[in-house]
C-alpha cells in the first residue's frame, strides 16, 4: 500500500474517496475483480485479508481499495475468526 484516504477519478467519471493504492511492475488487479478481496501475503503459508478491491488502472498495475479497517468501522460487520 502506498497511499492511503484517497480519491480517484475512474474513466466513467466517477470519482470514489477513501480508497487505499497499492502499485506493483506486475498485474494487480484486471477488469471484473471489483468486489473481491486484497489479500497479502505474511510470509510462508499465512495470508491476511487487506480489503475490498474498488478498482485499478488497465495496466492492473495499480489497485483501488477499500481498508478493511474501513469497512469494519463504518459498517459496523465484525470479523469472523476461525
Known sequence: ???????TIYTDGNTVCGLDRATASYRL???GDS???V???NG????SMAGIISGGTASGTTLYFTH???IVNTK???V???
Open 1 to 7: 500500500m502506498d497511499l492511503v484516504d484517497i480519491c
Open 29 to 31: 488487479v484486471q477488469s
Open 35 to 37: 468486489g473481491g478481496p
Open 39 to 41: 489479500v497479502v501475503n
Open 44 to 47: 510462508g503459508s499465512s495470508a
Open 68 to 70: 478493511i479497517n474501513k
Open 76 to 78: 459496523g460487520v465484525a
Open 80 to 82: 469472523a475468526h476461525y
